[in-house]
């Protein structure tokens, strides 16, 4: 059966640090997500992308945060100087994109992305 | 500025019992709601969904109910078996972005 896969499963970083964390998509989906999980606290939406631009976002998604689709499989979250606060569950998503609004959405295993 | 919540962080239940687990919303624009069931280590994984048209959605042994007065959701498993311990998030929509509830942790008891 075919899934989202993310790497790495866990990234440690320095306080004011790129990262770039991936996504591999369900190859013939259209939609792609990312969510984060802060722990003990709910699953937030960050961002959608679709046809290669963002769809919509959340007000999380400052100027720190992009999104891209360099190539036909992956799919980037950029974090451009990482603050503690950035430290949780980065979850990629994606779906068919027939029906958007109620496309069932298969989410990866998750980035945990740790900010020291 | 929590649109949906869900009061019960935790559940335990008997194997074979009913789990009922609740969620409730705050925007009346949401149309669509959805379940996450999520092990840990992994991703959330898609259960069950209703749309605001429907009172009731049934596939197998779980059934969503969704009352839109009260603006209250219930995710009710019969029976429950000890594989469905998990956390059990809550989702809704009323465009192309979910809100997430905080999860409920159910824990099945062989």
């Known amino acids: 059966e075919p899934e989202v896969t993310q790497t790495p499963s866990h990234q440690v970083t320095q306080m004011g640090q790129e990262v770039i964390l991936r996504c591999v998509p369900i190859s013939n989906h259209l939609y792609f997500y990312w969510y984060r999980q802060i722990l003990g606290q709910k699953v937030e939406f960050l961002v959608s992308?679709?046809?290669?631009?963002?769809?919509?976002k959340s007000e999380i998604f400052d100027d720190q945060f992009s999104v891209e689709r360099p190539d036909g499989s992956n799919f980037t979250l950029k974090i451009r100087s990482t603050k503690l606060e950035d430290s949780a569950m980065y979850f990629c998503?994606?779906?068919?994109?027939?029906?958007?609004?109620?496309?069932?959405?298969?989410f990866g295993p998750g980035t945990r992305l740790t900010v020291l | 500025d929590q649109q949906v919540k869900q009061n019960s962080p935790s559940l335990s239940v008997q194997e074979g019992r009913i789990s009922i687990l609740n969620c409730d919303y705050t925007?009346?624009?949401?149309?669509?709601f959805l379940w996450y069931k999520k092990y840990p280590a992994e991703g959330p994984t898609f259960l069950i969904s209703?749309?605001?048209?429907?009172d009731k959605n049934e596939d197998g042994r779980f059934t969503v109910f969704l009352n839109k007065s009260a603006k209250h959701l219930s995710l009710h498993i019969v029976p429950s078996q000890p594989g469905d311990s998990a956390v059990y998030f809550c989702?809704?929509?009323?465009?192309?972005?979910?809100?997430f509830g905080t999860g409920t942790s159910l824990t099945v008891i062989p």
């Open positions: 925007n009346s624009m949401f149309d669509y």
């Open positions: 989702a809704a929509s009323g465009g192309n972005q979910f809100y």
């Open positions: 992308f679709y046809n290669n631009e963002i769809s919509e």
């Open positions: 998503a994606s779906s068919a994109g027939l029906a958007p609004l109620t496309d069932t959405q298969y």
């Open positions: 209703i749309s605001s048209i429907k």
